[in-house]
């Protein structure tokens, strides 16, 4: 098993647990304060209530408003302050807060991945819909694309783990990541919060004019404008037309609409604008030198051209080597694409709408009928090169192998003539648009009889368009030349169109049996269609001819189809207002489809010569199992501990492995992962005036427990699940100090704990990260009524860095005698969290 940083892997994992000791006690002293912080003497059980009261966090797991105290599922909630204290504008910054949710952002494919308690989809494929369900505003979408999109002005962020089919549909086998955005508020408010944020160099403006219309409608504007100039560094022998550093920058706006003409009937309506644009789609994307430590070249061409590498094998720097596009490939660019033009910089931009209509109609006391209804709206483009490495000059190892002088310069002819020493080589470059359209209805029928027993009935609707077109290169073909006829640089250019219908009926029926003992159960039926057509309608004159599609390829419907009942069983018993326990059965189902990462020279070739395309499509994964749970408070609601012992199968897995070799995506289904564990929370509001400590804690086994060969011919049965520690956790302070005349001191802090865990799954030798401690942090003074607050903010204080995937560099030297002389190559593309952000932020409500 290769170690995540063998050479200093005792030394690292001490500093984490020294660190890890040292902040857990920092806040016992904070605890142990009592007498300096002037501890409060209760003398008033009212005002004490109140108080409880306002701590309250109201949830939807069921589609319903319940306390987080009262539902039978396993939630992580937090906050809107919490999000503005530390900057939280996106989701791989929950992750601190959530233990087991990992968050991968960039790249190609998906465009991101989230994966929760080891259960997640792969980030290369845009074809698979994401195991963490993304539910916006309670319209559940589908592209994984929104992880690299900001989120502003929330009401709260809601973690819901485990599989919850039955109320949020398929795609949520491993659990719900849920935003709630803000609402109209019901008198005028203005707020407006700046932030600047010295190490990335970033501005981040946010603002909202909320208030009355009239005494029946609401409305709240909220904007958003983030500009990052040093979101990357680059390694200082990277010649790039960004310059030394890759940018970021977004715009979003969002106006919502909440109109209450009758007490019987309600509306809201949401419209988001996004608009985000960049300096390429790779992001902190860095290179691990495997076990030979050497930085292995870009092989291609079957050993015709080699490039160095570039790169300088620390992958734990904050430097990164992308390289633009190698000269020779950089020109033209099949139409339309948005690259043409661009010299082969790297960029990146996209534009979303979304709509969402929410309308509650009462059509009774006890029965009322509530409409969602979902629009997203995406269109989206980058351009970068996934070869990860290449700097001049270039070599070929036949040449040297024969002893011929000149051979590249003559059997490579456009790399020889901007083969210079320095000169970036980037290859492996595409420049893939996503365009989806997507339209959702939701209905749904809840009653509210004095009875025991209720109801809970049901349907959904889905209609999708997915366009994946890309130009790409793959074998780099135009090393040699340009397209003698058309005089493009790239091998081909193909593009996906899937249509996805889907249909759900759901329900469920609440029984109280006793006063204090309920049971709900309910099932959702869903059948799913999908339909996809593959064109390629170029192909480079020199890679016409066996092994490649037909220039003009056109496959065809390719169809998929799939049903599903997804039955849940809960069973909750409150034992006194303030413990209950409860034990659920929970099934989950996520739709297989048509792969969109077949190459014309590999799988899809292939298919199109057999004239089967079963090859390409993946199956359905369904999860089953239950968990057992307790929520608890005391000390008059001071306190909170809960706790959940989870177990769940995932039967077919989907995943998508890369052989770096052969170049080729390998789409598969993982015979059976088995995720089990228990999950802790703790709150205390502690005796010190306004301080309240909180933790969280996960121990997690997950583990293939059946047959699963990767793309490494390794099979992976008994191996632990990538991205899944065994412990896992963290530990949180709020701590408000009134300073008089109306002025507030506040300061917090979160520690957060990460296990050991795999982040590849080809092989048991993939890269390991060691265990690690970050620490976030913020002071700040303000007036106690929130009109005013100036904070200092600190986010990975240490600066701890940690891989959070991996896998296996495209254009790896194959070793061997094919490889003339140079070992099989086995660097691994690394992709890391940002380092340490130092934020000075203002803050104004009036």
């Known amino acids: ?58 949830v939807q797991a069921r589609r319903q408003n319940e306390t987080l105290q009262d539902v039978p599922v396993t939630i992580t909630s937090v906050g809107a302050e919490t999000l503005d ?42 074809a698979f819909d994401s195991a963490v369900a993304f539910d916006f505003d309670g319209v559940q979408l589908s592209t994984m694309r929104l992880v690299q999109a900001g989120f502003f002005d929330m009401k709260q962020i809601d973690v819901l783990k485990g599989p919850q089919s039955l109320y949020f549909g398929k795609s949520a086998t491993a659990g719900v990541f849920a935003l709630q955005t803000a609402d109209p508020t019901p008198d005028w408010e203005v707020g407006m ?59 979003l706006a969002r106006v919502t609409l909440d109109w209450e003409p009758t007490s019987m009937f309600d509306a809201n309506l949401k419209v988001q604008y996004m608009r985000n644009e960049g300096d390429g789609a790779v992001q902190h994307s860095d290179i691990f030198c495997g076990a030979n430590g050497i930085a292995d070249p870009v092989w291609l061409l079957n050993g015709l051209v080699a490039i160095p590498a570039g790169y300088d094998c620390n992958f734990r720097d904050k430097q990164f080597f992308i390289p633009d596009s190698a000269p020779a490939l950089a020109g033209g660019v099949p139409t339309p694409s948005r690259a043409a033009g661009r010299n082969g910089v790297p960029f990146n931009e996209s534009d979303i709408w979304f709509g969402r209509l929410l309308m509650n109609l009462q059509i009774s006391d006890a029965i009322k009928l509530t409409s969602t209804s979902g629009f997203l709206n995406m269109d989206a483009v980058d351009f970068d090169c996934y070869a990860y490495g290449g700097l001049g000059p270039a070599f070929s190892p036949i040449g040297n192998a024969l002893g011929i002088p000149g051979f590249l310069a003559a059997n490579a002819p456009a790399l020889g003539a901007t083969n210079g020493p320095g000169v970036a080589q980037g290859t492996g470059c595409s420049d893939p648009v996503n365009q989806l359209t997507q339209f959702t209805q939701e209905l749904r029928l809840h009653s509210d009889f004095d009875g025991p027993i209720n ?60 006063e204090d003992l309920e049971l709900v159960a309910g099932a959702r039926w869903t059948t799913e269609d999908k339909v996809q057509t593959i064109a390629v309608p170029y192909l480079h004159t020199f890679l016409q001819g066996p092994g490649f599609v037909r220039p003009g390829f056109f496959s065809g419907a390719i169809p998929f189809s799939d049903s599903n009942v997804s039955p849940e069983v809960t069973l909750k018993y409150q034992a006194n207002p303030d413990f209950n326990l409860f034990a659920a059965f929970r099934t989950g189902f996520k739709s297989g489809g048509i792969d969109n990462s077949a190459l014309p020279s590999n799988s899809l070739s292939q298919a199109a010569l057999s004239g089967n395309f079963n090859s390409l499509i993946f199956q359905s994964e369904t999860t089953i199992g239950g968990e057992v749970g307790f929520r608890s408070q005391f000390n008059n609601r001071r306190v909170t501990v809960n706790g959940t012992a989870f177990y769940y199968v995932v039967d077919d897995l989907q995943v998508q492995n890369f052989d770096a070799v052969n170049v080729q995506f390998i789409t598969l289904n993982a015979g059976q992962l088995t995720t089990k564990g228990v999950d802790l929370e703790f709150n205390w509001r502690t005796p010190v005036q306004g301080l309240t400590i909180s933790a969280n804690g996960t121990y997690l086994d997950a583990k293939f427990t059946a047959p699963f060969v990767s793309a490494a011919r390794i099979d992976l049965d008994g191996r632990r699940a990538p991205r899944a520690p065994e412990f896992s956790g963290n530990l949180a302070f709020d701590w408000t100090i009134p300073l008089g005349g109306n002025l507030d001191f506040v300061m917090g802090g979160n520690a957060l704990y990460s296990g050991e865990y795999f982040a590849d799954q080809q092989s048991f030798n993939d890269f390991v990260q060691d265990d690690f401690v970050t620490l976030d942090g913020n002071i700040a003074i303000g007036r106690s009524d929130g009109r005013w607050k100036l904070s200092l903010i600190g986010v990975n204080l240490t600066e701890e860095l940690f891989v959070v995937t991996s896998g296996p560099r495209p254009f790896l030297p194959p070793g061997g005698a094919g490889g003339f002389g140079i070992p099989r190559g086995d660097d691994a593309v690394v992709l890391m969290n940002r380092g340490r952000r130092v934020f000075v932020q203002a803050s104004f409500r009036f």
């Open 85 to 126: 204290n530390y900057v939280m504008n996106n989701v791989s910054a929950i992750s601190a807060r959530v233990p087991t949710l990992q968050v991968q952002v960039g790249g190609s494919g998906s465009g991101g991945q989230l994966s929760l308690r080891g259960v997640g989809s792969s980030n290369i494929s845009a």
């Open 1 to 58: 098993m290769i170690n995540g940083d063998a050479r200093h892997a005792s030394p690292s994992r001490r500093s984490g647990l020294r660190r890890a000791l040292l902040s857990g006690g920092a806040l016992g002293v904070l605890v142990a304060l009592p007498h300096v912080a002037l501890a409060q003497d209760v003398t008033d059980e009212g005002a004490e209530t109140r108080e409880a009261d306002q701590q309250v966090i109201i």
């Open 455 to 514: 109801f809970m009935l049901g349907a959904f609707y889905e209609d999708r368009e997915f366009v994946f077109e890309t130009a790409q290169q793959a074998v780099n073909i135009s090393l040699i030349a340009p397209d003698p006829v058309t005089g493009f640089t790239y091998d081909w250019d193909k593009r996906h169109v899937t249509k996805t219908e889907a249909v759900s009926l759901f329900g469920s029926l609440i029984f109280d049996i006793t």
């Open 193 to 251: 919060t700046g932030n600047y944020e010295f190490e990335e160099r970033g501005y981040l403006i946010n603002g909202y004019v909320s208030g009355p219309l009239t005494d029946t409608l609401g409305i709240r504007v909220a904007a958003q404008w983030n500009d990052i100039e040093r979101f990357i560094e680059l390694q200082p022998n990277v010649n790039s037309g960004n310059g030394p550093f890759r940018g970021q920058s977004s715009l």
